[in-house]
C-alpha cells in the first residue's frame, strides 16, 4: 500500500476504488485522458474529496464543501491545460452524483441528505465556474459590457443557442449593427483570442468560439446585402498563411452595409492572387488583416507588392498583430492603419469620392 494511504481507513480505500472504477465505466472519455499519474491523483482525490465532504457534514456547513469544489476545479483546470474547462467540468459533475449515490456507505441517517444536498451544490459551482473567468480590463470597458459579457458566457459554456440569442436580442433592442460588430462581437473575439493566448481555454473551444461568431455573423447578411450601392468598392482579405479571417470579414461585412462593393477573398491568400484580384475588381481600396505577428512580414510584401502594381490605389491596414509592433505602419508605404472598420469608413468616405 502506497505511504498517502497508509492511515487510511480500508473501508474508505475499497469505497474509493468502487467510485472510481464507476466514472471509467461510465465515462470512457477517461480511458484516453488519463495517464498513470493522472488515475493515482484521481483517486487521491477522491479520497480527498470525502475528508471535506465530511468536514463540511459534521459541521454542517455546506460552504466548506462548495469552496472546496471550487478551488479544485481551478487547480484541475491548471494542472490539464490540454482539456477544456467545460469537459473538467463533466469529470467533476459525474464525480459528485456518483459520490451522492454512494453517500449511504459514508454517512448515516440525516448526514446522508446533508452531503447529497452539499454534492449538489458543487455541482452548481462548478457548473456555473466554467466561464467564470478572468478577463482583461479592456474587455470590461466601453458600452455594452454586460451584453459582451453574457455572450462570452454563452461561447465559453458552447451554448449556441444562447449565444444567437443575445445577439438577436442585442440587434431587437436598437443597437446599431455597427456597435454589435466592434462593442460586442470584436471585443468578445479579442478577449478569447487573449484567453486562448494565455492558455486558459483550449484550441478547439477557441475554434468554437470563431466558428459559432461567424455564423451569427451571417444573420445580419440579408440587412447587410439590402443597402443602396454607392458605386465604390474594397477589397479585403487576410494575408499569407493567415487563418484568422474575422476581423478581414467584418470590415468586408460593414463596408458593404454602408453600400460599398465588397470583396472578400478570405484568408490565406498569396500575395499573386491578391493582385490578380485588384487586377479583376479595380477596387477604390483595399485593406489588407494580419492577426498573428508572425505574418507582418508577408503583409509587408503585399503592401509593397500592390503599391509597385497599383501606386495610386488606397491601401489600408490592421489587426491585432500590428499592436505588438513599435507602430510598424508608419514605415511602410500605406494610407492608413486602423483597428476599427468604422473608422476606416469614416476614412474612406471621405476619400473616395
Known amino acids: 500500500m502506497s505511504l498517502l494511504l497508509s492511515g487510511i481507513d480500508p473501508k474508505l480505500i475499497t469505497l474509493a476504488q468502487k467510485i472510481f472504477d464507476r466514472q471509467f465505466e461510465l465515462d470512457s472519455k477517461l480511458v484516453i485522458e488519463m495517464d498513470e499519474r493522472r488515475k493515482q491523483l484521481m483517486f487521491q482525490d477522491i479520497l480527498y474529496n470525502f475528508s471535506f465532504l465530511t468536514t463540511a457534514v459534521n459541521l454542517q456547513d455546506e460552504k466548506i464543501f462548495s469552496n472546496y469544489a471550487l478551488w479544485l476545479f481551478e487547480l484541475l483546470c491548471n494542472l490539464m491545460k490540454d482539456i477544456d474547462r467545460d469537459r473538467i467540468k463533466d469529470q467533476m459533475v459525474d464525480h459528485y452524483r456518483i459520490l451522492s449515490s454512494c453517500a449511504d456507505e459514508l454517512y448515516k441517517d440525516e448526514q446522508v441528505d446533508l452531503a447529497k444536498s452539499y454534492l449538489q451544490r458543487a455541482i452548481v459551482v462548478t457548473e456555473d465556474a466554467v466561464d467564470n473567468i478572468k478577463v482583461s480590463e479592456q474587455f470590461l470597458q466601453g458600452r455594452h459590457v454586460p451584453i459582451r459579457k453574457a455572450y462570452l458566457s ?10 444567437t440569442k443575445i445577439i438577436r436580442d442585442a440587434e431587437a433592442a436598437g443597437i446599431p449593427i455597427e456597435e454589435i460588430y466592434e462593442d460586442i462581437i470584436r471585443m468578445t473575439m479579442l478577449e478569447v483570442g487573449e484567453l486562448w493566448h494565455q492558455n486558459k481555454i483550449t484550441v478547439d473551444k477557441e475554434h468554437y468560439c470563431t466558428s459559432t ?32 479571417e474575422m476581423g478581414g470579414r467584418m470590415v468586408s461585412d460593414l463596408f458593404e452595409y454602408h453600400g460599398w462593393e465588397s470583396i472578400f477573398l478570405g484568408s490565406a491568400v498569396p500575395v499573386s ?9 479595380q477596387p477604390n481600396l483595399v485593406a489588407l488583416s ?42 511602410w508605404p500605406v494610407d492608413i492603419y486602423t483597428d476599427l472598420a468604422t473608422d476606416l469608413i469614416s476614412w474612406a468616405e471621405k476619400a473616395v469620392r
Open 213 to 244: 461568431t461567424q455564423m451569427i455573423l451571417s444573420l445580419f447578411y440579408p440587412v447587410i446585402f439590402s443597402q443602396p450601392s454607392k458605386e465604390k468598392k474594397i477589397v479585403t482579405c487576410c494575408v499569407g498563411s493567415e487563418l484568422h
Open 154 to 163: 454563452a461561447l465559453l459554456r458552447s451554448d449556441t443557442a444562447q449565444a
Open 290 to 331: 494580419v492577426t498573428m505577428p508572425q505574418y507582418l512580414g508577408l503583409c509587408h510584401e503585399a503592401v509593397l507588392a500592390i503599391r509597385k502594381a497599383y501606386p495610386a490605389i488606397l491601401l489600408a491596414v490592421g489587426g491585432r498583430a500590428f499592436q505588438t509592433s513599435n507602430k510598424i505602419y508608419e514605415r
Open 273 to 281: 492572387s491578391l493582385l490578380h484580384a485588384i487586377d479583376e475588381h
